[in-house]
């Protein structure tokens, strides 16, 4: 049999109370974590800038037009926004007909995300999204649309769509 000296039982002892130690700190933060991840969905927000109704006045040299994104699901926006100050101006719209919330993010080349907007109602529109930098004109860019239930905040579909910023005036 195997038999311990006093300072080899003491070491023992106080290795086994770490290891208990670490053992239940690793418990508990596999399960707070678990209940963190429950925790991070928030509701997207409405954009603080909606208008009800569609905008008027348009000048036609805009392209301000509709595009079905899904059957049953559209949108309409100019086709060549443009920068105002560090805002991309699309006038985007969501249509009355629509059964979704809708939410864009702007993207660059890389895919980053340079700005978004909050979440629009079917028969609302946004004249802006306001953008982390400004962005010369012809440059690429994507818009990434969103589309929300409006009950549950699932999503109801996605679409990208690749624009130009363009010049007016």
Known sequence: MFE??????????????????????CI???????????????KPYFDKNMIKGTPSGLDPSWNYNRLQIQEGKSVTLCATPVMKKKALQLYLTSEPDNDF??????????KRILGECGLIEPG????????????????????????YEKDSYQSAGAAALGIYVGKRG
Request: proline share 1%; aromatic share 10%.
């Open 4 to 25: 311990f000296e006093k300072g080899q039982k003491r070491i023992l002892l106080s290795l086994s109370l770490i290891f208990i130690a670490l053992l239940t700190i």
């Open 124 to 147: 609302s529109y946004i004249k802006e999204i306001p953008l982390n930098k400004k962005v010369k004109a012809g440059k690429q860019l994507t818009l990434y649309l969103m589309m």
């Open 28 to 42: 508990y933060m596999v399960q707070n974590r678990t209940t963190l991840k429950q925790q991070q969905f928030i």
């Open 101 to 110: 919330w809708l939410r864009v993010r702007v993207l660059d080349k890389k």
